[in-house]
């Protein structure tokens, strides 16, 4: 089953994806600029082979619901998230709002 649902954080508006696959979740919350992500996130590939592109984005691990997401520190973060004052331990929710 996949869950898509807006989000307000700080006024601000996001969506949270929820996809249900055997034995784990998918989750993601994202805006137009960026998002965060669940442990699911290849940040390395980001960085390397998708360079070009400027992705913004996190990966938190160990969560299972959106609202862990947002809570979690994140794990880690593409460059481009870097550029915006997003580092490793900023909580997810605070980097969404880095994002705008």
Known sequence: MVTMSPILIEGEQYTAIT????KTNFMAVTNEKGYIMCGA???GLLNEKLKDRGIIAGR???VRTIEQLLE???????????????????????ALLKMK
Do not use: F, N, Q, R
């Open 19 to 22: 996809v249900a696959l055997p």
């Open 41 to 43: 996130l290849d940040v």
């Open 60 to 62: 938190a691990v160990g």
């Open 72 to 94: 979690a520190p994140l794990e880690s973060v593409t460059y481009e998230a870097e550029k915006l004052g997003i580092s490793v331990g900023t909580k997810g929710k605070d």
